[in-house]
């Protein structure tokens, strides 16, 4: 997938991604209204679907709440790509089928509104100039709940994940 | 293996696990609270039709007690319908409290169960010898169907407090200080065992303290062996058995870490992460516009007494607002018998019922623009508790009933003995 980037820095926790002001909120088109909205309340107005959201250390560390991952599914981040996540919203991204990738460096390297091209099978992150940065590839197991859209779509069809 | 290593291959039906392995588990208790009606959603939407285990399942109504919208009066009401349709009898309505607290009351927090909530503080169990994981809404909607969760074997960190706490200091400076010296993502995707004496000389409460705020350093569970102590709480509450499992001398830890906490002087969180580690000393001074003494981490009965202690026949500090929210209803009847209650509203404190509210932002006392707060809770984040350009610290008991009394953030060693 190729994407533009936006960038933000470290710990990034959910609350910043999804204010707990608007947890009542149950369906995916209100959620996706507050998308980022603690961390940078200009997001939703700027943000085009497709691009690829970049960040520091420990993206979606702090609360459980899967709104984090739908709102951000929902204004249609094609991935997310970070240092590092927090364990809970990784899971949950992977479960709703919103590609995310651990790529060590990136934060440094990619700017605001550079166009990026990811390859998650191979974990490679290639560059406006070219330059390309190794991620950590998925494990087959978590690709194949992303490929899937998500573990949602794979109960629907009566699939049960089997572990390794 | 370590212990929390042999229990997921107890419910995994495998003799031996290792960290990074992917292995389907058993849950023994799986809890929704009243944030995820899209665990309904999300059960319905993966053709869910009949709950696995109805008597597995848990629901917690407790964060947005009493509703506070519409709209959260309905989740609540549909939670209830989908109780009473599923045959889900462990309901704990609005009149009951925070769900960590009572996973340990009700005695759900045994040793060698597998404990899976949508809630992040959900290591707090770890420090019963379970193995407790937070998980969101569609993990648990699986559970529901399944019974079963994929979970990675996570490598083991163990963080190790030596040496006597002074008297004005507590479990949760000792926490907040690992973590600032650690940092906020020390412990993602791992395990964190806490151990060495200070952690000896814990009660059960403080021990939860420790659990809990494991979270905040990124983990997937705690864990501390339990001791007499512990063991002797979970058979008050239970007479179900549980199985208590032990590491093996020649377990590899991931890494350790040991801290002598004999001289650590009272901390704070400082705006606007958990990491932002400060003594208080560096910050007295500060005014604080509201206190808060509530939720799983400082809402205990010992959190309240040691509040109550420092405002007993005195006033909360002119413009500054104290709230306090017993964790759960048991805290709240313990806290009225023993005329604690009492004293802190006497003391001007504003009480509210039992629940999480103002530790996330929901509703009961948000704060405004500019405005600085004081916590007992756990998270600092931009907006948790309100405006984003609200300003929190995170803090003991002790710290924040200080501050109370004198209207601006204080070290607390001049108000004991």
Redesign the interface.
């Known amino acids: 997938m190729r994407g533009r980037a936006y960038v933000f820095g470290d710990n990034i926790d959910t609350d910043q991604i999804y204010p707990g002001r608007y947890l009542h909120l149950v369906k995916p088109e209100e959620i996706k209204e507050h998308v980022l909205e603690n961390a940078d309340p200009t997001f939703s107005r700027r943000f085009q679907p497709g691009g690829i959201v970049v960040a520091g250390r420990n993206f979606g560390c702090g609360s459980s709440r899967e709104h984090a991952a739908i709102t951000l599914k929902e204004a249609g981040v094609a991935a997310v790509l970070a240092e590092s996540f927090g364990r809970i919203f990784f899971r949950n991204a992977i479960n709703l089928g919103l590609p995310l990738m651990i790529v060590k460096g990136i934060r440094d390297k990619v700017k605001e509104g550079d166009e990026i091209e990811v390859d998650l099978e191979s974990g490679v992150v290639t560059l406006p100039d070219g330059c390309k940065i190794q991620g950590e590839p998925l494990s087959q197991y978590i690709l194949n709940l992303i490929r899937h859209g998500g573990i949602k779509n794979l109960y629907k069809s009566g699939y049960r994940p089997k572990p390794e | 293996m370590h212990a929390l290593e042999k229990i997921l291959a107890a419910h995994a039906g495998l003799s031996e696990v290792t960290a990074g ?4 588990c058993r849950v023994d208790t799986a809890g929704v609270n009243d ?4 665990v309904l ?2 059960f319905e ?4 039709e009949k709950v696995r285990n109805p008597d597995r399942v848990v629901f917690f109504f407790d ?2 007690v009493p509703a506070p ?1 519409i ?2 009066a309905e ?1 609540h009401k549909e939670m209830r319908e989908f109780c009473r349709k599923q045959g889900i009898k462990n309901l704990f309505d609005i009149d009951a409290g925070v769900c960590h607290q009572i996973l340990a009351e009700k005695g759900f927090s045994r040793p060698g169960e597998l404990i899976v909530v ?3 503080h959900t290591t707090t169990h770890g420090v019963f010898g379970a193995f407790g994981t ?6 648990l909607a ?1 559970i529901l ?2 019974g079963e969760i ?1 979970l990675r074997v996570p490598p083991v960190i163990k963080i190790v407090f030596d040496g006597r706490l002074k008297p004005y200091v507590s479990a949760k400076d000792m926490v907040l200080y690992a973590l600032g010296k650690l940092g ?2 020390i412990a ?2 791992k395990a964190v065992e806490y151990a060495g004496e200070a952690v000896d000389r814990c009660s059960v409460s403080e021990r939860m303290v420790l659990g809990n705020m494991a979270v905040e350093m ?1 983990a ?1 569970t705690s864990y501390i062996q339990p001791n007499q102590e512990v063991l002797d709480y979970v058979r008050s509450r239970t007479q179900k058995p549980f199985t208590v499992y032990t590491t093996d001398p020649d377990y590899k830890y991931e890494a350790e870490y040991h801290f002598d906490v004999s001289d650590l002087e009272p901390v704070v969180a400082a705006p606007s ?1 958990v990491d932002n580690l400060r003594e208080v000393a560096e910050v007295e001074g500060t005014h604080v516009d509201q206190v808060f003494v509530g939720s799983c981490t400082g809402g205990r009965l010992e959190d309240l007494r040691i509040v109550a202690r420092v405002l007993k026949n005195k006033r909360v500090a002119e413009g500054t607002r104290l709230i306090f929210s017993p964790a759960t209803r048991e805290i709240l009847a313990e806290g009225l018998r023993e005329g604690i209650v009492q004293d802190l509203l006497a003391a001007g404190a504003v009480m509210i019922p039992p629940g999480c509210g103002p530790c ?3 509703h009961q006392g ?1 704060l405004a623009p500019g405005e600085v707060a004081i916590t007992t809770t756990n ?1 600092n ?4 508790m309100g405006s ?1 350009k609200a300003q929190i610290y995170l803090a003991s008991p002790l710290t924040c009933a200080v501050a109370a009394l004198t209207g601006h953030i204080t070290h607390p060693g001049r108000y004991i003995e």
């Open positions: 392995q992917i292995v389907t944030l995820y009606l899209q959603r999300s939407e993966m053709g869910g964060h947005y919208t709209g959260a989740n949508t809630d992040s937070g998980v969101g809404a569609t993990d699986t169907i399944s994929w906020a993502d993602t995707y990124g997937k992460s996330l932002g929901t948000l998270r984040f931009p907006g948790r984003p």
